[in-house]
């Protein structure tokens, strides 16, 4: 019996069974999500340290307190790499995710800051970059983004209304769905996504806050996913 015959057999069978047999796509199934492991991480930044974060450069980085809130700063921008591509990120340390939410507090200090997630190398990732300015005047701004081996592209968010329209503390809530490939960015609090793109690239990797060139500030982290493996750093 012929391969295709078979699979059209077996494909009648389950179906006379009830079963649903889901379509095999091999890169997909070669970057499966995370693990099994359910976290839910804060982080108020009121310890003092920075112990659960890495950066590339350390010393770029100070948690300051204004108001009774303590917040993690970015002292200096750092240029970006070739392919082209944002690199100073604080990534949460020895916890990667799949599918996740993540609500974040952000100011800028210049024209943008940036989240990435589902980090797997300095040249796979995608980030959302949140700026004063939409996508129609500056086309590398504001969106989400993905780096592919290759120099950063653009893949949701042209036409949106800037998710950082001024210097004041901003809520940003990400929801990452590896099963469906959904990425939705959300603006302070709002019930409508600012950007969104459905996307299967990568399904699993950290985390991180940041900026592309400029610099900011991060507050009130919280990070719960139920596809995460590692553990956090104390």
């Known amino acids: 019996m012929r391969k295709s015959k078979v699979v059209h057999t077996v494909a009648i069978l389950a179906a006379s069974a009830g079963i ?4 095999c796509n ?4 070669a970057n499966a999500s995370c693990g099994h492991e359910h976290i839910d991480i804060q ?3 009121t310890s003092g340290n920075l112990n659960a974060w890495q950066m590339p450069h350390a010393d770029d980085w100070e948690i300051l307190t204004e108001a009774n809130t303590h917040y993690l700063h970015m002292k200096r921008a750092r240029p970006p790499e070739l392919p082209r591509h944002p690199i100073q990120f604080a990534r949460l340390k020895n916890i990667k995710v799949g ?3 993540l609500d974040v507090d952000v100011r800028r200090i210049g024209g943008s800051m940036a989240i990435e997630f589902n980090y797997q190398d300095p ?3 995608y980030y959302t970059h949140l700026s004063d300015v939409p996508g129609t005047k500056i086309s590398v701004h504001n969106g989400i983004f993905i780096v592919d081996g290759a120099a950063r592209r653009r893949i949701a968010g042209m036409t949106a209304a800037p998710a950082l329209p001024d210097q004041k503390w901003h809520h940003v809530r990400i929801v990452r769905n590896v099963r469906t490939g959904s990425i939705k960015v959300y603006m302070d609090h709002e019930k409508t996504s600012r950007f969104s793109i459905v996307n299967h690239a990568f399904t699993c990797g950290q985390v991180g806050i940041g900026s592309f060139d400029d610099t900011g500030d991060y507050a009130h982290f919280h990070l719960v996913s139920n596809d995460a493996e590692g553990a956090a750093t104390k």
């Open 26 to 29: 091999p890169a997909l199934a």
């Open 123 to 125: 040249v796979h990732f």
């Open 43 to 45: 982080h108020n930044f």
């Open 99 to 101: 599918s996740f939410t």
């Open 20 to 23: 649903l047999l889901a379509p």
